[in-house]
């Protein structure tokens, strides 16, 4: 069994001379690829002349987060892709409990380490934490962050932990799986692409684990910094994970509550003064419903499981309930 180690990278130079080195120390006798959309930086030519061992796959434009590892992988063989972001420092051993489970587990078709603060390195990183799940209305949480609550690591969630999603900074999957799931969609371009994916397995009895002896530093927002898009996709891409993935007798009532949420949570941003985040909703609501067909159409309606909620409302338990650690909301 082999892991190939696969970085997408636009224009990461900077992060690629930071992350690299320490990645090509402690990846073993693993491949590492970089999958390049279109880059016009100096990060192919740094890498090159550096690291002759890496691999590259050339695209030729920016096809962003999930088209652009659809398209690289299709020229990758291995029996598991690390799919990992170019601002991740990995750690000394750090896929050798990795190899273990997949060598030991034929069950597990998915995983991910822990993720911790690369600046706060006593501190779980959002993107991933310990682990992900979602809540009955899809909103997702991680064990180790809820919204913006982060918990020291104190090594709580340090054992292997079936989760629901696993974050796309540091994402392993067996390729059958890959293949079986057809990779990740295209109309998501960046973000919820990950957890897209993991519900289209959970949906299809494939498991996802959180693996406690293996860690990464994730810097977080190196890739596609906080902006009016970023505000724009989150929203859009959540609407568009529920439509294809919720079972049939939930989904309009709860996109109809996303709806109302989603207007509470633009008046939030109102009353602070921060208008960029509105327009980036209303953006995202009008994208979504002009592309609902097409969305719709890709559901799987027989296979779409209805237990894939870890708590009722992790909104209810967060600000009403004041429950801001994942042990005091796990169901």
Not at 68 to 80: M, P, Q, S, T
Not at 215 to 222: L, Q
């Amino acid at each position: 069994m082999n892991i190939t180690v696969v970085l997408l990278n636009y224009n990461g130079e900077k992060l690629l001379r930071k992350f690299l080195p320490i990645l090509n120390t402690h990846t073993n006798d693993s491949d590492i690829y970089i999958i390049d959309n279109n880059s016009i930086d100096n990060s192919i030519e740094y890498v090159k002349l550096n690291f002759p061992n890496v691999k590259f796959i050339l695209l030729d434009k920016n096809y962003g987060f999930a088209e652009g590892y659809n398209k690289g992988l299709k020229n990758i063989n291995a029996d598991v892709f690390c799919l990992l972001n170019t601002d991740v420092e990995v750690t000394e051993n750090w896929l050798d409990p990795i190899y273990k489970i997949f060598n030991n587990n034929d069950k597990i078709s998915i995983a991910q380490p822990i993720i911790l603060d690369y600046n706060n390195r006593n501190r779980f990183e959002y993107a991933g934490a310990a682990g992900g799940f979602i809540d009955f209305y899809g909103y997702p949480y991680c064990r180790g962050r809820i919204f913006d609550s982060i918990e020291e690591n104190n090594d709580q969630y340090n054992n292997n932990k079936l989760i629901f999603w696993a974050s796309g900074a540091c994402f392993f999957i067996r390729k059958n799986a890959w293949i079986r799931l057809k990779g990740f969609d295209n109309d998501f371009f960046a973000h919820f692409e990950e957890i897209d994916l993991c519900w289209r397995a959970f949906n299809q009895n494939l498991k996802t684990i959180s693996i406690g002896e293996s860690k990464v530093y994730h810097v977080g927002g190196g890739t596609l910094p906080l902006s009016g898009y970023k505000w724009y996709l989150n929203f859009r891409n959540s609407l568009i994970l529920l439509t294809k993935n919720l079972p049939r007798e939930y989904l309009f009532r709860i996109l109809f509550t996303r709806l109302i949420l989603d207007f509470i949570a633009s008046l939030r941003f109102l009353l602070k003064g921060k208008f960029i985040p509105i327009l980036s909703i209303v953006r995202a609501h009008f994208s979504f419903y002009i592309n609902f067909k097409s969305h719709y159409n890709k559901r799987i309606s027989s296979k779409n499981k209805n237990n894939y909620w870890s708590t009722k409302s992790i909104i209810w338990s967060y600000f009403i309930k004041k429950d801001q650690i994942f042990t005091k909301i796990s169901k």
